[in-house]
């Protein structure tokens, strides 16, 4: 008789998409699957046709495998009371997600931010299952953080720790989309780069096949592109870029002295274009006693279903925690 495979179910809740895939305990991703998000419905609304679609497919692979929990990754998600406050780019106000799941699930169930679930994927089946003390930077259209600290998420008093992309570079900086000017958030991330892609085009001669491109066409995948031919301005971009991050970077390091600094992301794929010079931003920023001992190194987890496992990986965390 074939044994039975436990699994996690991994949820990650984005403005557009909705993604879910049944996870195992070493991180592997049985089926996956994603639908539209429709932000502007109320929550409830969501999880009704996510459960209808994850039934559809648990139906097909319960001979085989047995769901004991779920895991959530979610903007502005709070650990501790299994809410989502506010989120950007949804229509839900306050609601409590952990709540609407329990119509549909008796199982154990925990809800986090995107960066946290990352920071213990990367803890569970990634580049830190070796380490203790470590941060994960995750570089999209934003910038998110989850810190871990003796293999434990750091949370803080509210569920909020850990929002190094709204720590500020300069008062006077750019408009963030927290409302505030200056974060980090709006500088280094895929949209922080277009923006530093058109003032340098601004403000300097540089010729740059980029000077061609209109704002609402531009991409970071573009900036990278002509990078990586050579193209001064784009070259000058990602430098700046590197600059303002690995001033922040050295500051984290200050704060917590972790192992390694880990980069995931749509924007981190732009590789030694935006490692190389972080790097070195960051020794010259650093506190001499740090020098030469924080790794900044890529995330181990495919990046296609990263958010996936991360959501994932919360529930084989509380169970390896709690065993």
Request: glycine content about 10%; charged content about 20%; hydrophobic content about 40%.
């Given at each position: 008789?074939?044994?039975?495979?436990?699994?996690?179910l991994?949820?990650?809740?984005?403005?557009?998409?909705?993604?879910?895939?049944?996870?195992?305990?070493?991180?592997?991703?049985?089926?996956?699957?994603?639908?539209?998000?429709?932000?502007?419905?109320?929550?409830?609304?969501?999880?009704?046709?996510?459960?209808?679609?994850v039934?559809?497919?648990?139906?097909?692979?319960?001979?085989?495998?047995?769901?004991?929990?779920?895991?959530?990754?979610a903007?502005?998600?709070?650990?501790?009371?299994?809410?989502?406050e506010?989120p950007?780019n949804?229509?839900?106000?306050?609601?409590?997600i952990?709540?609407?799941?329990?119509?549909?699930?008796?199982?154990?169930?925990?809800?986090?931010?995107?960066?946290?679930?990352?920071?213990?994927?990367?803890?569970q089946?990634?580049a830190?299952?070796s380490?203790?003390?470590?941060?994960?930077?995750?570089?999209?259209?934003?910038?998110?953080?989850?810190?871990?600290?003796?293999?434990?998420?750091?949370?803080?008093?509210?569920?909020?720790?850990?929002?190094?992309?709204?720590?500020?570079?300069?008062?006077?900086?750019?408009?963030?989309?927290c409302?505030?000017?200056?974060?980090?958030?709006?500088?280094?991330?895929?949209?922080?780069?277009?923006?530093t892609?058109?003032e340098?085009?601004?403000?300097?001669?540089?010729?740059?096949?980029?000077?061609?491109?209109?704002?609402?066409?531009?991409?970071?995948?573009?900036?990278?592109i002509?990078?990586?031919?050579?193209?001064?301005?784009?070259?000058?971009?990602?430098?700046y870029?590197?600059?303002?991050?690995?001033?922040?970077?050295?500051?984290?390091?200050?704060?917590l002295?972790?192992?390694?600094?880990?980069?995931?992301?749509?924007?981190?794929?732009?590789?030694?274009?935006?490692?190389?010079?972080?790097?070195?931003?960051?020794?010259?920023?650093?506190?001499?006693i740090f020098?030469?001992?924080?790794?900044?190194?890529a995330?181990?987890?495919?990046?296609?279903?990263?958010?996936?496992?991360?959501?994932?990986?919360?529930?084989?965390?509380?169970?390896?925690?709690?065993?």
């Amino acid at each position: 008789m074939m044994s039975i495979k436990d699994v996690s179910l991994g949820i990650d809740i984005g403005g557009t998409n909705t993604a879910f895939g049944f996870v195992d305990k070493d991180g592997k991703c049985i089926y996956e699957s994603s639908i539209p998000t429709c932000a502007n419905e109320p929550a409830p609304m969501l999880f009704k046709r996510l459960h209808q679609e994850v039934e559809k497919i648990y139906t097909t692979i319960s001979g085989k495998y047995k769901l004991i929990g779920i895991g959530i990754g979610a903007p502005n998600a709070n650990y501790f009371k299994g809410t989502v406050e506010q989120p950007p780019n949804l229509n839900w106000g306050v609601v409590n997600i952990l709540e609407i799941l329990k119509q549909y699930y008796d199982l154990p169930s925990a809800i986090t931010n995107d960066a946290n679930a990352a920071a213990i994927g990367e803890m569970q089946f990634g580049a830190a299952k070796s380490m203790k003390d470590f941060v994960v930077i995750t570089l999209g259209t934003g910038l998110g953080s989850g810190i871990v600290v003796n293999r434990k998420l750091v949370y803080g008093a509210d569920s909020f720790a850990g929002e190094i992309g709204h720590t500020i570079i300069d008062p006077s900086g750019r408009e963030c989309g927290c409302g505030r000017k200056g974060c980090l958030e709006a500088y280094a991330s895929a949209s922080g780069i277009k923006r530093t892609v058109y003032e340098l085009i601004a403000t300097t001669n540089t010729p740059s096949e980029l000077r061609d491109i209109s704002f609402s066409r531009l991409t970071a995948k573009d900036i990278s592109i002509a990078a990586n031919k050579g193209d001064r301005l784009a070259l000058e971009a990602f430098d700046y870029t590197a600059k303002v991050l690995g001033l922040k970077l050295a500051d984290t390091v200050a704060y917590l002295s972790p192992e390694a600094i880990i980069l995931l992301g749509g924007f981190a794929l732009a590789g030694d274009l935006i490692f190389a010079p972080t790097r070195r931003y960051m020794e010259e920023f650093l506190l001499p006693i740090f020098r030469n001992k924080v790794k900044i190194i890529a995330s181990a987890l495919p990046e296609g279903n990263a958010a996936v496992l991360g959501a994932a990986a919360l529930i084989w965390n509380e169970i390896n925690t709690n065993n």
